[in-house]
């Protein structure tokens, strides 16, 4: 039987750098990642993601991206967290938040947030774990602008 400590403890987090990386780690995103997309994401400023490797594959990744404003300065916001189906419940989700955390720490972020369903009892649990504080109820409304 593998132990979770053992898996965190062989697993190996990077910052993604090229296209190729993004999309040996397509299986962990909603769709298929397209090359234009992959190349405008690692060019952004503030954009990065953290793969998570074990045995040499892509089994989680987080993606952050870095908002700025004014007069608040600059913040760390979690956009996603994937972890393998078979690689789930082993603490690589928090070991991805984590580095994530300390990468907005390295950059000099104030703060890292996520928004996440109230009903995602799995993610609730994974941010806790990582630290994360609950700062109340929000609503969130989005405007379609693709024709």
């Known amino acids: 039987m593998v132990r979770a400590?053992?898996?965190?403890?062989?697993?190996?987090?990077?910052?993604?750098?090229?296209?190729?990386?993004?999309?040996?780690a397509e299986g962990l995103f909603?769709?298929?990642?397209?090359?234009?997309?992959?190349?405008?994401?690692?060019?952004?400023?503030?954009?990065?993601?953290?793969?998570?490797?074990?045995?040499?594959?892509?089994?989680?990744?987080?993606?952050?991206?870095?908002?700025?404003?004014?007069?608040?300065?600059?913040?760390m916001c979690l956009y996603e967290l994937s972890v393998d189906e078979g690689h789930r419940r082993l603490g690589i989700g928090r070991a991805l938040t984590l580095a994530l955390a300390q990468e907005a720490r390295t950059r000099g972020c104030y703060g890292m947030w996520v928004?996440?369903?109230?009903?995602?009892?799995?993610?609730?649990?994974?941010?806790a774990s990582a630290g994360a504080r609950d700062e109340g109820v929000f609503s969130m409304r989005g405007w379609p602008v693709t024709p």
């Open 5 to 24: 400590a053992d898996i965190v403890a062989a697993m190996d987090i990077r910052r993604a750098g090229t296209v190729a990386e993004l999309e040996a």
């Open 30 to 75: 909603d769709g298929p990642a397209r090359a234009e997309w992959c190349e405008r994401f690692l060019a952004a400023p503030g954009h990065l993601m953290l793969l998570a490797y074990v045995d040499g594959r892509p089994v989680g990744m987080v993606s952050g991206v870095e908002m700025t404003h004014p007069d608040k300065g600059t913040e």
């Open 115 to 127: 928004g996440v369903d109230t009903d995602n009892e799995a993610a609730l649990a994974t941010y």
